[in-house]
Structure formats: structure tokens, C-alpha cells
């Protein structure tokens, strides 16, 4: 469960913004954005960050968790584009590309075209981590 290992690093950052507010108190609430290319089951981290969390500024904050959608730019013409929900799930129906997307998401890119070109040369530029967009701290 690689949750509890990103739910550390996560914590590190919170602490790190605790650290640097004047007065702080507690943590209220902690934004992340978890692409959906990063393999991150956002319940099982929700989970994790709670546990890690306690008895430190953070137990009890509120976690928001916002799913980001891949982002993909061709390189052969430079367009880039959000991935459409039924390419997502034409994807996730076939079996074998689930899992190898799963453990290798950079593979994502052998299932998709660029849509103005019909390059398969594409590359990911977004929606791949896990990003802490917001702490908000009580003073």
C-alpha cells in the first residue's frame, strides 16, 4: 500500500506550512489534487493521511481530494489535450491495459492518438501525481 508512503510525504509538507505560519494552531484542511494516472486510491490515502496524522497539527483536518484528469501533449505538432472520459473508459474496459497502465502509467500513451494529428508520439504533462494544492491553517 504505497498510500502510507505518499501520506508521509504529504504530512512533511502540511507540517512544513504549519511550521512557517506565525501562530499557528492546526491544520484545518488539506487540498490535494490526485491525478488520475498516478495510481493513488484517494480513499485508501484519505485513510492513510488520518492515520499519520495523529498527534500531530493535522489530526482531524479536513482532506478535499480533486481527481485530475491526464493531460497529454503530441509531439509531432505540439497539441495538447485533456483525456476524454471515454477514452478513459474504453482504457479502463480492457483488461490488459488496466494492468499494465496500472503498474507502468507512462504505457498509457501506447492506447491513445493525438486527436489533431494521429501521432501515437505523446507524452504526458499532467495528472500523473499527487500534488498538495492548498493547506489552510488555523491562527
Known sequence: MHEVSIAMSILSVVEEAFRETPGAKRVSKIKLQIGMLSM???????????????????????????????????????????????????????????????????VVARYLRCPRCGSSDIEIVRGKGVIVHSVDIET
Open 40 to 106: 493513488v486510491d484517494p480513499e485508501a490515502l484519505r485513510f492513510a493521511l488520518r492515520t499519520v496524522s495523529r498527534g500531530t497539527p493535522a489530526e482531524g483536518a479536513e482532506i478535499e481530494i480533486e481527481m485530475v484528469k491526464p493531460v497529454f501533449r503530441c509531439n509531432r505538432c505540439g497539441h495538447t489535450w485533456e483525456v476524454s472520459d471515454e477514452d478513459i473508459e474504453r482504457i479502463s474496459s480492457d483488461p490488459e491495459a488496466s494492468t499494465l497502465i496500472h503498474i507502468y502509467p507512462d
